[in-house]
């Protein structure tokens, strides 16, 4: 007899960490890997930032704070959103935690009752579909595929609603298109919530700094501040900043549901590190000049690859408008034959091909819900990127046609 709960029957761990450590197992046999699986910063975090958490160890802020995040902290976030976002808010409407996925998983544990539904539009994050079901939530997974720009679609939306849905999960830039919205194009997704005042509506920006081409980048809350009551805004310093393993995220919206997050967090990991809260708060009020330098160098690697690409026949990849990752179709190499003998009939075959032909790991289209698709990240320097891509262009040169 199993002791495991049967919520978790349905849960997959992490496709990109299974992608990573993948591509770590082959490592440790003596290979060179390129690990393009995950999705992080390759720059240093700004010393400064660093400092500031040192500081404060030193100056004994090392015990519990408050669950939902210290109050200086909280006050330079609510800064944020009016300076970087036209939002205001105040600080029993801010939130902090873990990193912006604990922010999901509270918002989740606080809302999510058996049968709930939540509309996380294909292609998306791959933890959104898991976490909603580890509380008993019901994906629902409309495609957007790259007619659309894989972007969600007021029509697309409104047949996606069902008197039984609860949340609505935007991510922009997307992680893995790159996919950005406009003002218009949130506020006619907007048009379409307001018919259906039971949608709580979940934004995540984290990635809302890594915009191309000279974007603009609006939140959702100040394309539709009419659904301020129901708008979550989640975000976090792990992108911006480089400080993917600090674990510092946080979100604005109702004080109704930050509370019942609170709650949640206090009840499980009480509240982030005191010395981690200080490194974000000298990241949001210290010097931003990482932030466009970050940018400029995610935008050439994003050129770079988008260029490589579009050398390798059977491959192609729409230029990422934002983020920092390449969703690359496959579907030119769906039924050809690798040099041993092996047809591919997926996306998780065309990764297993490339990880252990070229020894460069990615993630399958499948863990975000749309095929034929593999996700890099290049998020990585210019030599490496080029050297995946020289690989990867052997690799596929060696597939054969059927017979």
């Known amino acids: 007899m199993s002791y495991l709960a049967s919520r978790l029957a349905a849960v997959k761990p992490s496709a990109s960490m299974a992608a990573s450590m993948a591509a770590k197992a082959l490592r440790a046999k003596g290979f060179d890997v390129i690990d393009l699986g995950l999705g992080e910063p390759d720059f240093p975090t700004p010393p400064?930032?660093?400092?500031?958490?040192?500081?404060?160890?030193?100056?004994?802020?090392?015990?519990?704070?408050?669950?939902?995040?210290?109050?200086?902290?909280?006050?330079?976030?609510?800064?944020?959103?009016?300076?970087?976002?036209?939002?205001?808010?105040?600080?029993?409407?801010?939130?902090?935690?873990?990193?912006a996925k604990q922010i999901i998983f509270n918002a989740l544990m606080a809302t999510v009752n058996e049968g709930d539904e939540a509309i996380l539009p294909a292609p998306y994050f791959v933890s959104y579909p898991e976490m909603?079901?580890?509380?008993?939530g019901v994906p629902v997974s409309p495609v957007c595929g790259a007619d659309t720009g894989f972007r969600l679609t007021?029509?697309?939306?409104?047949?996606?609603?069902?008197?039984?849905t609860k949340w609505l999960f935007l991510n922009m830039p997307g992680n893995p298109s790159g996919a950005v919205y406009s003002k218009d194009q949130l506020q006619a997704l907007g048009a379409v919530l307001a018919r259906h005042p039971q949608v709580l509506i979940l934004s995540d920006e984290i990635y809302e700094h890594i915009l191309f081409d000279g974007r603009a980048f609006v939140s959702f809350g100040a394309a539709c501040p009419e659904l301020r009551d129901r708008t979550l805004i989640v975000n976090g310093v792990a992108k911006a900043y480089a400080m993917t393993g600090w674990r510092v995220g946080y979100a604005a919206g109702p004080a109704t549901l930050l509370k019942a997050m609170s709650t949640v967090q206090s009840q499980s990991v009480t509240s982030v590190a005191a010395p981690m809260q200080a490194a974000a708060?000298?990241?949001?009020?210290?010097?931003?000049?990482?932030?466009?330098?970050f940018r400029e160098a995610f935008e050439r690697r994003r050129?770079?690859?988008?260029?490589?690409?579009?050398?390798?026949?059977?491959?192609?990849?729409?230029?990422?408008?934002?983020?920092?990752?390449?969703?690359?179709?496959?579907?030119?190499?769906?039924?050809?034959?690798?040099?041993?003998?092996k047809a591919l009939t997926n996306d998780a075959d065309v990764s297993d091909y490339l990880l252990n032909q070229a020894h460069v790991g990615s993630v399958p289209g499948a863990a975000y819900g749309v095929s034929p698709f593999f996700r890099i990240s290049t998020a990585t320097a210019d030599e490496i990127l080029t050297e995946a891509?020289?690989?990867?262009?052997?690799?596929?040169?060696?597939l054969k046609d059927p017979t």
């Open 48 to 99: 400064h930032i660093a400092e500031a958490a040192h500081k404060a160890a030193l100056a004994g802020e090392t015990l519990y704070t408050a669950a939902a995040g210290t109050p200086a902290l909280r006050a330079a976030v609510a800064e944020k959103f009016r300076r970087e976002n036209g939002l205001d808010y105040s600080a029993d409407e801010i939130v902090v935690a873990n990193g």
């Open 132 to 136: 909603v079901k580890l509380f008993g």
């Open 154 to 164: 007021p029509e697309v939306l409104e047949a996606a609603i069902t008197p039984r």
């Open 281 to 293: 708060l000298a990241a949001l009020t210290g010097p931003q000049d990482c932030i466009p330098r």
């Open 303 to 341: 050129d770079l690859v988008v260029a490589g690409v579009a050398k390798i026949p059977g491959l192609t990849l729409p230029p990422p408008e934002g983020a920092f990752y390449a969703y690359i179709g496959c579907a030119g190499l769906i039924g050809k034959v690798t040099p041993d003998g």
């Open 389 to 398: 891509l020289s690989r990867i262009a052997k690799a596929v040169a060696n």
